[in-house]
Nanobody, 124 residues
Framework: VQLQASGGGLVQAGGSLRLSCAVS????????MAWFRQSPQKEREFVAA????????YYADSVKGRFTISRDNAKNTVYLQMNSLKAEDTAVYYC??????????????????WGQGTEVTVSS
């Protein structure tokens, strides 16, 4: 299974970006998908997740109300719409695929396929 993330870039605070993650080589519709991020000198942190059926979404408190995760099972792609970006959102964003149980959906160790990361820089 291969994950290809894209859409990162430089944006001013208050702006928006949409990240995409295209998945190939597996049964996309069977996976829960998630976004994590990592900034320098910080551990990788959970951002958002969406279940395989897209019926449920989950967010970190820090992004709730600003970010939206969605998926298109016909296109084997998951998205992260990021609005009202802040300087503290600056990080490398990674998409991940797995089949975690609900209580573990925020844990990075529960995802076994990862994309290469796309860098987001928010200037203040």
């Amino acid at each position: 299974v291969q994950l290809q993330a894209s859409g990162g870039g430089l944006v001013q605070a208050g702006g928006s970006l949409r990240l995409s993650c295209a998945v190939s080589g597996g049964t996309f519709s069977s996976y829960s998908m998630a976004w994590f991020r990592q900034s320098p000198q910080k551990e990788r942190e959970f951002v958002a997740a969406i279940r395989s059926s897209a019926s449920n979404t989950y967010y970190a408190d820090s992004v709730k109300g600003r970010f939206t995760i969605s998926r298109d099972n016909a296109k084997n792609t998951v998205y992260l719409q990021m609005n009202s970006l802040k300087a503290e959102d600056t990080a490398v964003y990674y998409c991940a695929a797995g089949r975690p149980i609900l209580s573990a959906i925020r844990g990075s160790s529960n995802y076994y396929h990862w994309g290469q990361g796309t860098e987001v820089t928010v200037s203040s």
